[in-house]
């Protein structure tokens, strides 16, 4: 790894953490999670010894981001492509048929408060109508922005969701639902939570496949920010 690649990391303290962890963020980023008391310079080490992993895992998400690449000027939802159109003084996205409107200039934050407001208003419906038909229900529902964590729901019924998940195909969304809807019955993943989700999803093997595969590249864009610049 040249050295300029073998600097550009980033570190992270964790009270959780047990060991150094080396991830390549879906944009190629390297991200170094140190435990707490770890010396800094484990991060160098680490990027050090797993350079040549760290070279793999970035061209195996260039060639996934390839993959399901969209078109230029265009940001991805739900399997489907809107077509960014800045407007002066515009300061929100907002969506118009398959257009969606952005600010001119850096418009990201602001796409991305639209994809937050957009993944409530179809996740909300959906988790609805999966938790009706399970006999089941939720306490809250929250949307989140992790890179990495798609869904959660804790013992107290909370269900949390990814509004990257809007960059997927719908059937990954709507299979990522049914997955914790199915945590409100069965919240590990024993044999009789997947049998249970292979009774109402029979094909989640697909998108949950899809999900292990491309997950990292569900990103915003680079264009998405300069789309009006």
Known sequence: MPDAMARAYTVRRSQRA???RVTVEGDGAVL??????????????????????IERRRRSLARAAAEVG?????VPYLGSELLLAPQRGRTRAHRRGDVL????????????????????????PRLDAATARAGVSYTRLTIRGQRTRWASCSESGAMSFNWRLLLAPEEVLDYVIEHEVCHLEVMDHSGRFWALLESRV???????AWLRRYGSTLLLPETARRSAA
């Open 202 to 208: 029979p094909g989640w093997r697909e998108p949950a």
């Open 32 to 53: 170094v999670t140190l435990p707490r008391r770890a010396p800094a310079r484990a991060a160098a080490d680490a990027v050090r010894e797993l350079a040549p992993w």
């Open 70 to 74: 969209g078109t230029p000027g265009t």
């Open 18 to 20: 047990r060991r150094v």
């Open 101 to 124: 409107l952005v600010p001119e200039g850096d418009a990201g934050d602001a796409i991305e408060r639209w994809y937050r407001r957009a993944a409530r208003a179809e996740i909300a």
